[in-house]
């Protein structure tokens, strides 16, 4: 005879086709809504940790992983300080700062911007912003020349485009013989980037001596930002360079200006994760009723088993086999369906594009025009082993109630 006899009669169970239809409905119904349960599971969690890619490294790809400058003025003898940060361990790149909130004008047209004084040679290295450039490129920053490299979404808003004249007005006053008047300074527009999200309708950059000249600094500037190795230790490391410099200085990190869209992301992460969990719950409610009902189907079929001198546990294996099979099949193939569509997702999503002519993203609405995916194996095996997990679990109750049932009662009436 077959061994263990428990598996053996549990998937003859299974595989058997029953005279209750309804019953091999809900069976179905079970196995197939574990499998779409885990299947979204896997497919939407790629696509949040796509997402939560695509902004880590456009977003903080542009903006300082950590900056480190002098309390109230700027640095002055700042290449020695450059030099040394360096040569840190954790650090894989530095450079030089300058920064100004300012107003860009052009024929009536008034725009809020962050400008950065920059120096392209040392910037290419901390940045991703010449890998994003639209038009013109960064290279055309030249000292004294005059030259700024805008947002698309700025550029838009302007009206301006490569070779274009815009007007740059600092927020101070200075005194002239025709009385106090906002410092102002005509640049031209050397290029346009495009890196998506807000960043694109906020930051300006110009050359470092350029700035230097309208803040009037001369040879200072205002800080250093720092590239660290991993991102997610900058908060810590950057403290520690700060703490064991000559001097006082503060150090700022991308949790102050950005940690809050991040902490957003992985949030709703989680949030969407348990409620598309909820389905999974209900297939494995859906196998709990659907054990009960074969239970009261083969209450025969038990009691005789008793009589041939089947134990209780015997009598509870059979049907935990039974429902986990349900719970296996379903869960192993929403495991492949959603590997397979979180793999190929955004070549389906084109593909639906182009054949029905709509569009899921706007690009001028979204940072992206397409629907980005990562596929984690930490984050398929968790979905797998929770989803086996509550499948067994969900078989516990009915199997109990099978081994309960007592033969006299049940052939009673037989």
């Known amino acids: 005879m077959f061994k263990p006899f428990s598996i053996f009669v549990g998937l003859r169970y299974t595989a058997a086709k029953r005279s209750n239809h309804f019953i091999s409905f809900i069976s179905l119904a079970s196995m197939l809504g574990l499998m779409l349960g885990v299947a979204a599971l896997i497919v939407v969690l790629s696509v949040m940790n796509g997402f939560d890619r695509e902004l880590k490294q456009r977003i903080l790809g542009m903006v300082p992983h950590a900056t480190i400058s002098e309390y109230g003025k700027s640095i002055a003898d700042w290449r020695p300080l450059l030099a040394e940060l360096e040569q840190a361990p954790t650090v894989v790149a530095a450079a030089p700062y300058i920064q100004a909130q300012a107003m860009l004008t052009n024929r009536g047209a008034v725009q809020g911007a962050l400008i950065n004084g920059i120096d392209p040679a040392y910037e290419r290295k901390v940045s991703i912003l010449s890998q994003h450039m639209a038009a013109g490129s960064l290279e055309a920053l030249e000292q004294q020349s005059f030259g700024i490299v805008l947002g698309e979404l700025l550029a838009r808003y302007l009206g301006v485009s490569v070779g274009d004249k815009v007007t740059l007005v600092l927020p101070e006053a200075s005194v002239s013989v025709a009385g106090v008047i906002p410092r102002l300074k005509r640049f031209t527009v050397v290029g346009v980037f495009a890196v998506g999200a807000e960043l694109d309708a906020s930051l300006g950059y110009i ?63 989680r949030m969407i994760g348990l409620l598309l969990f909820l389905i999974v719950l209900v297939a494995a409610f859906n196998i709990v009723s659907t054990l009960v009902m074969v239970v009261t189907d083969k209450t025969a079929d038990i009691a005789i088993l008793r009589t041939m001198g089947a134990t209780p546990g015997l009598v509870m294996r059979v049907f935990m086999v039974q429902g986990s099979v349900i719970g296996v099949v379903g869960t192993l193939l929403g495991t492949g369906l959603g590997t397979l569509l979180a793999l190929t997702i955004s070549d389906l999503i084109s593909w639906l594009e182009d054949t029905f002519g709509i569009q899921f993203l706007n690009a001028d609405v979204y940072f992206i025009s397409y629907f980005p995916s990562e596929l984690r194996l930490a984050d398929v095996l968790v979905i797998t082993l929770s989803a086996l997990l509550i499948s067994f679990l969900a078989t516990l109750y009915p199997a109990w109630r099978a081994s309960r049932t007592q033969p006299a009662e049940a052939l009673r009436y037989e």
């Open 207 to 269: 050359h470092l001596r350029d700035a230097a000249k309208i803040k009037r600094l001369g040879d200072q500037i205002d800080g250093i930002r720092l590239q660290f190795d991993d991102l997610f230790e900058a908060p810590r490391q950057v403290r520690e360079l700060a703490a064991g410099l000559p001097g006082y200085f503060r150090a700022s990190d991308w949790t102050r200006t950005h940690g809050n869209l991040f902490q957003a992301i992985q949030l709703e992460k």
